[in-house]
């Protein structure tokens, strides 16, 4: 690595945290500053001006918002995220529950789409305009236009409702065997790979057009190279960087779906967690979990950054 | 006959594909329920017209009944009112800002420029559906708030697709033209820049408002979209889902309106002529 890499490579470290320290100010305020009053919304029915009162009191919520998002911001680095405020049990326990699921059903979505989009895309952009790359494409458009939701649907419908091959919901017991664990992933996992895949299927292939359409690539191919060394060998050591930004950029689309999916089958995950809080107006566990999904997507982001700078020859010397 | 021989200027032409001529069909089909959806109702949407829940396709219920016995028919015309017009009204919101911001500061640039692009790309760190649920945990869930989620959401994107565009144009011979004979900032912004990038942007815009449509009825399906007792696309497919193993047709129908309309639009801009085209990502 040479100088002035890393110098690259730290300044996308200073923006990630710098971003970081944003996502959160703009968390936490539109949580806090939009009418709605927590208070009230715990008391319901049993609402009174006194009573009221009184909980903002012992919830904090009576101080200024600048000295609450301190001590938020102040406790989420060590460690001490606060207390739920519906089931009154501290934020970290709960999250902790839940968080590895989340990532479990996030890794291995990104495992199984990842190098299936890139191969898809990639065939698809040797043999363009072949009757593979139309059915790859129209495939692609296809399942960018269907809702998450939808494809969950009629999967669920197909697999569990007719076949019943599958169980509907991906409840999973700690006694749960390891076929049963397998057979409730299956579902949620295809529906996240089919919903991620097809944009990454059309980013990927438009990336590596953009690059057959440069001059190198034309004398490549009056030199007599073949239509896959074009492809492999020219074009796409030149599109990582557009790559790499197009998977991590897929990747809020993934976080979209894992939050519907965990929705449809009831999966114990953070999005599912979430989702929840905000029914209830939980506001300290809407605040972590947005913070902990905002940092690894920033993560994700930051990682492609970096990639793209090490993929540019340019830069090696 | 000389006079023959002076014919008008030829227009300039753009050959239809037959795929597009069909989507753009389908998609002014749904615009014209959605505008005139009134006229087309034949039971009040919320009202239980039947007994039978999950009832069948049948004369008095052309698409069946729905888990409490309200008319699907209705209520998916209706539907087409609330997805439609919720997401058009926060794609006309989110692309003023967007575009009038993108080109003030591909026009202004320097330091306006760069303290814009910065405090717009903080948006861009948080991930589409995660921005909605805060700002609906923030502010409850109702049709304006929805629309605010909508335009803080995906103004950033035409923000920057404009301003990127714009930047280009910026930097040829015609704009320093009119900068040298006089013309001010917001004259090049909307009588130079404007008029070369609209098209690229109208398609842009076409694009996003499929994402929009989506995120919409993906909200309304986690229940924090359209409440009860009225449904967009998305709120109906959530209320029939109990129903998915003995009344599938209720869920199915508002999923396939949704995919009809999402998949016309993204066919219609993929078949766009291509001088359109080339812009887009």
Redesign the interface.
Known sequence: MTKRTSAMIGERLAVAVL??F??SL??FF???????DTAQELLGQAVTKEAAAILREQLGLDRPAVLRYMDWIFGLFRGDLGFSLVSNRPVSDLISERLPNSLILAAITMAITIPLALGLGIIAAIWRGSIFDRAISSAA??F???????IA??I??LFS?YLKWLPALSFLPPSASFTTIVLAFIMPVTVLVFSSCSQMIRLTR?AISDAMATPYVELALLKGASRPRLVLRHALPNSVAPIVNSVALS???L??GV??VE?VFNYPGLAKL??D???T?D?PL?QTC?MI??GF??LL?MAADIIAILSNPRLRR | MTSASIKPRRKVRFRVKPLAAICLLVVLFWVIVALFAPFFLRYPVGDLVSYDYFGPMSADYWLGTDYLGRDIYSRLVMGARYTIGIAFAGLILAGTIGVVLGLLAAAFGGLFDTLLSRAIDTFVGIPNLLLALVIIAGGGSSIPVLIGAITAIFFPGCYRFTRSMAVNVNALDFISAARARGEGHFYIMIHEILPNIVGPILADLGLRFVHIVLLLSGLSFLGLGVQPPYADWGAMVRENIIGISYGAPAVIIPCLALASLALALNLLIDNLPQRIRDHLE
Not at chain 1, 30 to 36: A, C, D, M, V
Not at chain 1, 144 to 150: A, L, Q
């Open positions: 971003s970081l944003l996502v703009a968390v539109i949580t806090e500053l939009l009418p709605g458009i296809m960018v236009s269907f809702p998450e939701f939808m649907t009629l669920v419908m409702v438009a990747m809020s689309g976080l979209g939050i519907i929705t979430m989702v809080g905000v029914m107006r506001m809407i947005s999904f905002c997507y920033l982001i």
